[in-house]
């Protein structure tokens, strides 16, 4: 197999790992690093924190696996063309990428074959490129489970992003979702010591952060675990943010005749985590069944602001920032635009709140202008 076939291999391969580009879910993911995959299916597009588009090399280095994810395309055992790189022919495959204007960056994951001799082929893959042809631009490195410290530090320097998929909420959810994989030592400690080295290295290291996964209703999971967990993972170790992945069955694998996650749980848990990281929303602030999920008929905030009628309508006039981000309709910018233009003068209409932003359509049942109720609402707080 030569190096454009392995690319073409291992680049789809790669694309089933969501925490950068790929074109699966590129429409539920809300701000999430996702576009539609270029023609070559190793190009995908990666959308940084600063909002900044590049099309990046997504590939695995090897798609063998000695390991049984019951989800997973690339488990041991399933018959399918397998190829694997060594770190010399990545690193210069990339390199001549990267020179020819295709790339501006590197995502490398790869299948299990001994956690800790991959995790060496992987660090032995980006040093090249960094060291032996010279590469500062964006690299995103998985860490594989079970990965050593030592291993961790060094990938932490390495890269501008780093990730550790937990891929189920908690232990007893990933018992059933990946048999050989072990939720606190073999994930959860490679994520604390990734967080930690992350943190040493005050701002140089992994610049970009620490990222997971979760992969979406393959084993009953509830939506009030997914976010649970999260919101531990974003207050103990300042996880950069968390991908959810809908699981979608494979053929020949134990979950072959599990129906796939419904797309707009995915979107649901997407917003959910939006609101948990620019709206100041805890999870357990938002409205779930008795089941643990999300409404999957509305926005999780609109559904937060139904069940708060004490709470509206809000005065626009004097609310505080953090206030105003629980209006629907109402966002980051917007909220700061309405502060600034209050000092002005006051807001006494709705298309005062259109000018700065507000989608108003959906704001105008839970605000009151200058202590008046703008016609919109009337009929829906009677
Ligand atoms: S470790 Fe699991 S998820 Fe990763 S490639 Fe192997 S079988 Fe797939």
């Known amino acids: 197999m030569d190096t454009h076939q392995k690319l073409d291999l291992l680049g789809q391969a790669a694309s089933f790992d969501v925490c950068a580009p790929s074109g699966r879910s590129a429409a539920m993911a809300r701000g999430c690093a996702e576009q539609p995959p270029d023609v070559r299916p190793y190009i995908s597009h990666v959308q940084l924190p600063s909002g900044q588009k590049k099309p990046v090399l997504k590939v695995l280095l090897t798609s063998f696996c000695e390991r049984n994810c019951h989800y997973c395309a690339f488990r041991a055992g399933r018959d399918l063309p397998r190829a694997a790189f060594t770190p010399d022919d990545l690193a210069a495959a990339f390199d001549q990428i990267q020179h020819q204007g ?70 007893e959810r990933l018992a059933t979702l990946a048999p050989r994989k072990e939720f606190g030592q073999g994930l959860m400690d490679p994520l604390r010591r990734a967080a930690r080295a992350i943190a040493r290295g005050q701002g140089r290291w992994a610049k970009l952060g620490l990222t997971t ?134 807001l006494l209409f709705l298309s005062d709140l259109r000018k700065l932003g507000v989608v108003i359509s959906r704001a105008a049942p839970y605000v009151l202008l200058n202590g008046k109720r703008p016609p919109l609402q009337l009929s829906l707080f009677a």
């Open 102 to 171: 295709l790339v501006q960056g590197l995502f490398l994951s790869s299948g299990v074959t001994g956690s800790v001799r991959t995790m060496d082929r992987m660090i032995a893959t980006v040093e090249i490129v960094r060291q032996r042809y010279d590469y500062r631009g964006y690299i995103h490195l998985k860490i594989l489970p079970d990965a050593e410290e030592a291993q961790i530090e060094r990938a932490v320097r390495l890269a501008d992003r780093v990730s550790v998929n937990l891929e189920a909420p908690n232990a």
């Open 213 to 346: 996964q979760f992969v979406v209703g393959a084993v009953g999971e509830s939506d009030r675990e997914l976010l649970t967990t999260t919101q531990r993972l974003y207050d103990e170790l300042r996880l950069a943010r968390a991908y959810f992945s809908g699981f979608s069955p494979i053929p020949d694998t134990p979950l072959e005749e599990h129906p796939p996650a419904p797309p707009a749980r995915q979107h649901r848990l997407y917003q959910s985590d939006f609101l948990m990281r620019y709206y100041g929303f805890r999870f357990d602030e938002f409205i779930f069944d008795t089941e643990g999920s999300l409404p999957l008929n509305m926005d999780p905030k609109i559904a937060w602001a139904q069940a708060h009628p004490e709470r509206f309508p809000m005065e626009v006039n004097r609310a505080s920032k953090a206030t105003l981000l629980r209006v629907p309709g109402i966002g980051p910018v917007s909220a700061r635009r309405i502060l600034q233009a209050r000092q002005q003068s006051k």
